[in-house]
């Protein structure tokens, strides 16, 4: 820097004045060797104005400062020795500064061989042997990694992928390899560490990382080589807002970084805290010295102050500080080949530990008796805002968080706005749809699509303010896992290898993805359920009142019909009791007459079997009793059918035969599938529950296949299979959408689970949260009901399933019973046309019978029997018929020898029709 450019000049300077000093006043002289890397440094300005404070400003100390300032080489062994030799010799009385690891052990066993403190303010590795000379103001590589890997835990990092420049680097991260073990997962991923070689171009070792998932980047570099690294990923777009990065050099705050338009988060690390009082009022001291003894104007700020800088700063302070407690310092007679020891070495450096409360920038000091320094803090910045994210306290191993998860938010947001955010996504009904072109337009971006997903991210993009694109992945799949790829396809395969910063669809939160994943708060709940078909409307059948009975039952119900009577017929006339007096006034007959005939047996069996009875019975025996068993007989079979017709009626009304999952599993004769790679599947797939498993493995077994690719061409083979052979389980959510737009559909049983979809986001993503408020915010004002009401229902045209069923239900109801019935009167219509036609060629058998007898032309007869029947006022026939009176009438006179034959014929035909009718012959 060119504001340290009076360097020499000040040097010369101190040098006279502390010469002045000493011979005007009786102050001690104690001068400090001090070794430099590099010349001109930050630390100087430091050193010269605590020596012009303590010399010129603090008049009432009794020390006097000088100092003896050399450059080191940072390798050079035998060269380091020789200089500190040197310094040794012109009498200086304690080493500080910044040495580096290669040359510091040299530095150290010298000062410790002379008994003269040495204080260090570099990193080294943590000295665990005991040294009564030895300090550093720098906190040691294994509290130091301790305090990042436990902010990098605050961070809740998954995944990390560790990028080293040196070897020093590994072992101030070894805390951080340690965080692989505390995880509770597939660890073998968990950290990756790269060594970046060959330099220093590093792009093809970046290349390696760009699409996989690591996307929570630690880099351990120089600082002057983060930029360039950075610049490197930079061309590579892993500076990219889905990407985190730690930056583990204590000076990362130093380097300009406004060339690379970074939108990652970017997290760096300080020791002391650039607002701090302490920093502040060092800055203004410093400007000061300079200005009042050097005329030279600096403007120095936070950003700009080396770590070495403040605590070369706070060493000073403390030395300086114990030696205002040690005022009769001996003078040193030391040399690097004499024997003598610097008596007050250990004394300066206990006094050091011991010291309190002093005005330093990097914080608490406190020491262990190894001279590690083991209270100090780690505050971690945002880079892009300098926001202090979290303090880590290295005394009590504790991590304070700075922000709240408001502030967090905001700040995630803010590098949302600087992009455009590709929203991963997938065409489903009614998530995505692509817009019909209706006229001719070319529609481009975002217009290509309308849906839920489109209206729930604008109104997400509007509340956080960014904008968006919908892009949708290849596949058409939310996510699933390859083994044999071991990579993930689908839109989390996009967002684990950064095609998309957010993926919104029916996107089911599931606890395998979530382990690759973030999602945010759900916006649905749902589950799995199955959706089946209406099966189709029953074909009428109209002998349906036959089926009741099978046909076997019917053939052998009337072959006993026809038997039995038989037997009854034998039966009757084998017993005595059915032989009859046929005139029961006469005591002495001469004959006895049996009335059942096989036309009698018939009759009185049937009018049994109809439920109708009979008015003649038989009085045998053994008659009574054949006829009794016939009863029984015919008491059950008719039971049974009418128990039976009742049921084959009402079976419309009964239950479907699957109720839900459980049916479904038991039986074979309905086929059921899901999506092929969705949530669903991997439901079944991984369920312990027995039932589901069956289903998975029934799934799995059945060909053809029972999967779908899509759950669009599931809904399409369940429609397409009117007879309901095929049922298909997926999420209630779409079955509610196609149950309300196919009327034919519906869904069976309840939930097997419940779940909800969720926005999906690379692990960790910094907008996660804003992302949540934005859907919480949603759902409080109602606009997801309001967007899912529009998407499910109210975009649609048409009248609503549920009146287009509850018609069809009425309708189908009333159908059925008549189909069924109809067979019932269509038996009665043939019997009564038969009653008819048999009635119709009664009479005219009667008309030509009458025709011959009354010696009439049969037409005559016909007309005359004719008018008689159909006047239907006459209701009583005398026993010559109509036709005989009509024709004695039209010829004049009767031939009354023929009187009594004709009234004996007459009489004959009456009994015998009555005996066919079955009516009591006694008549
Ligand atoms: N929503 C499902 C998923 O996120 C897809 C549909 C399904 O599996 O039923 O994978």
């Known amino acids: 820097m060119a504001c340290f450019n009076f360097q020499f000049k000040l040097i010369i300077y101190l040098v006279v004045i502390s010469t002045l000093h000493k011979s005007c006043s009786a102050r001690k002289l104690f001068t400090i060797g001090v070794l430099f890397n590099e010349i001109p440094t930050q630390s100087e300005l430091s050193l010269n104005d605590t020596i012009i404070r303590n010399n010129i400003i603090e008049k009432e100390t009794p020390i006097s400062l000088s100092s003896k300032v050399q450059l080191v080489s940072s390798t050079d062994i035998f060269d380091t020795s020789k200089t500190i030799c040197n310094l040794i010799d012109d009498g200086i009385m304690a080493i500080m500064g910044q040495p580096t690891c290669a040359t510091s052990p040299i530095i150290e066993s010298t000062c410790k061989s002379l008994n003269l403190p040495y204080i260090l303010t570099s990193w080294r590795k943590s000295s665990y042997e005991e040294s009564p000379i030895f300090l550093n103001f720098h906190p040691d590589a294994d509290r130091l990694g301790k305090g990042i890997a436990d902010i990098i835990k605050s961070l809740k990092w998954m995944g990390i992928l560790i990028f080293y420049e040196e070897e020093e680097g590994l072992v101030k991260l070894q805390e951080v390899l340690k965080l692989q073990n505390v995880k509770n997962t597939d660890s073998q991923d968990f950290i990756r560490v790269q060594h970046l070689t060959n330099g220093p171009d590093y792009r093809p070792i970046f290349k390696k990382y760009r699409n996989t998932t690591e996307n929570n980047i630690i880099i351990d570099c120089k600082t002057e080589n983060i930029l360039p690294i950075l610049s490197q990923a930079k061309s590579l777009d892993m500076l990219d807002i889905g990407f985190n990065y730690f930056l583990t050099s204590l000076d990362a705050h130093t380097v300009d970084y406004s060339s690379l338009n970074i939108t990652a988060n970017i997290t760096i690390i300080r020791i002391f805290d650039p607002k701090s009082e302490e920093l502040s009022s060092a800055l203004r001291k410093w400007s000061l010295t300079a200005f009042e003894f050097y005329r030279t104007a600096l403007d120095l700020k936070p950003n700009m102050i080396k770590t070495e ?8 302070t403390y030395l300086s500080a114990a030696l205002k407690k040690l005022p009769y310092l001996p003078e040193s007679k030391v040399n690097c080949f004499a024997e003598d020891l610097f008596s007050n070495g250990p004394t300066i450096i206990n006094t050091i530990k011991y010291l ?24 971690a910045y945002t880079l892009d805002d300098d926001q202090l994210i979290a303090t880590y306290q290295a005394l009590n191993e504790t991590v304070i968080l700075a922000r709240t998860s408001e502030e967090t938010d905001l700040a995630a947001t803010s590098n949302l706005k600087k992009i455009k955010v590709i929203v991963g996504t997938r065409i489903v009904r009614p998530f995505l749809m692509e817009v019909a072109n209706t006229n001719g337009e070319v529609l481009t971006g975002n217009d290509r699509y309308e849906g839920y997903t489109k209206d729930l991210m604008t109104q997400i993009a509007k509340i956080i303010d960014f904008t968006f694109e919908l892009h949708l992945t290849e596949g058409n799949l939310f996510g699933e896992y390859k083994p044999d790829k071991k990579r993930w396809i689908g839109l989390i395969g996009d967002l684990l290898e950064r095609r998309a910063h957010l993926a919104l669809c029916d996107s089911t939160i599931n606890l395998q993805r979530q382990s690759v994943v973030d999602f945010s708060m759900p916006f649905m709940t749902l589950g799995i359920s199955i959706l089946h078909t209406y099966p189709e409307k029953e074909e009428a059948r109209i002998f349906a009142f036959l089926e009741p009975f099978h046909t076997s039952v019917w053939i052998y119900s009337a072959t006993m ?12 006339r084998m017993t005595p009791g059915d032989w009859e007096n046929p005139h029961p006034c006469d005591d002495n007959p001469q004959e006895l007459e049996n009335i059942w005939t096989l036309k009698n047996c018939h009759w009185a069996t049937l009018g049994t079997i109809m439920n109708q009875g009979c008015d003649i019975l038989p009085k045998g025996i053994s008659s009574k009793f054949a006829l009794a068993m016939w009863w029984f007989f015919a008491l059950i079979i008719t039971n049974s059918y009418i128990a039976n017709l009742t049921a084959f009626l009402t079976k419309a009304n009964l239950e479907p035969p699957i109720k839900d999952a459980e049916d479904l599993s038991k039986q074979n004769k309905i086929k059921y599938g899901c999506m092929e790679g969705g949530s669903t599947m991997q439901f079944f797939r991984d369920s312990n529950i027995s039932t589901y498993q069956k289903m998975y493995l029934n799934m ?14 599931g809904v399409s083979r369940v429609r397409q299979d009117k007879k309901g052979w095929y049922a298909f389980l997926m999420e209630s959510t779409l079955i509610e959408y196609y149950v309300e737009t196919n009327c034919d559909l519906k869904q069976i049983g309840g939930w097997l689970d419940t779940k909800s979809y969720g926005i999906a986001m690379p692990m960790n993503a910094p907008y996660r949260g804003a992302i949540d408020k934005a859907i919480l915010e949603l759902q409080e004002t109602g606009v997801l009901n309001e967007l899912k009401l529009k998407w499910w229902k109210k975009n649609r045209n048409e009248t609503s399933c549920d009146i287009i069923r509850n018609k069809d239900k009425d309708e189908n109801e009333n159908d059925l019973d008549l189909a069924r019935t109809m067979g019932i ?17 009664e009479f005219l058998w009667n008309i030509r019978n009458i025709s011959v007898e009354e010696h009439l032309t049969y037409w005559e007869a016909l007309k005359i029997e004719l008018k008689f029947a159909v006047n239907i006022w006459i209701t009583k026939k005398k026993v010559k018929s109509a036709a005989s009176e009509a024709s004695s009438s039209s010829i004049g006179k009767e031939d009354n020898a023929n009187k009594g034959d004709k009234k004996k014929m007459i009489q004959n035909f009456l009994h015998n029709a009555s005996s066919f009718m079955n009516l009591n012959t006694t008549a």
């Open 309 to 316: 800088t403040v605590l070369f700063h706070d060493a000073l």
């Open 356 to 379: 309190d409360d002093l005005p330093t920038i990097t914080g608490p000091i406190k020491f262990d008796e190894y001279g590690n320094r083991i209270d100090f803090r780690i505050y």
């Open 561 to 572: 019909y026809l038997v039995l009577s038989i037997i009854l017929y034998f039966v009757c």
């Open 700 to 713: 799995k077994m059945q060909s053809p296949k029972v999967f779908e690719k899509s759950n669009e061409d």
């Open 825 to 841: 009167f269509l038996v009665l219509a043939v019997g009564v046309s038969i009653a008819i036609f048999l009635g119709v060629v």
